[in-house]
């Protein structure tokens, strides 16, 4: 797994790419109560905002973290965006996508350059 700067998290599943948000991101935002994603076969570059996730708190975007293509959608989170409280790391990942080179994940912070960034 790894970590970007704007608490996204990033798994590799075979040849796509699993793109969620951190545990630390989700209790900032504390309870989540709408999220707007995107639709498959979306092109996106990175940096492009691909979902927009609403909480009590506060809004934010989720931003693509390399250029790809959005390939699958958690169709689970709009009717129960609180997943992303309940289970950030899991059950809640926003997207899939395809990506033209998965050697450009390694840019991206391991677990443990993660958790010293946000302490």
Not at 8 to 23: A, F, K, P, Q
Not at 93 to 115: A, C, H, P, R
Request: net charge negative.
């Amino acid at each position: 797994m790894r970590f970007t700067e704007e608490h996204e998290w990033l798994r590799v599943d075979g040849d796509l790419v699993v793109v969620g948000i951190t545990e630390h991101a989700a209790e900032q935002l504390g309870d989540v109560v709408f999220i707007e994603l995107p639709e498959v076969e979306t092109q996106v570059a990175k940096g492009d905002e691909v979902c927009v996730i609403e909480s009590v708190k506060a809004a934010s975007d989720i931003l693509a973290p390399v250029e790809g293509e959005i390939v699958e959608i958690n169709e689970a989170l709009p009717d129960n965006p609180s997943l992303v409280n309940e289970d950030p790391l899991g059950e809640a990942w926003f997207f899939k996508m395809k990506v033209v080179d998965l050697s450009l994940l390694d840019g991206f912070m391991s677990e443990d350059e993660y958790k010293d960034f946000i302490a």
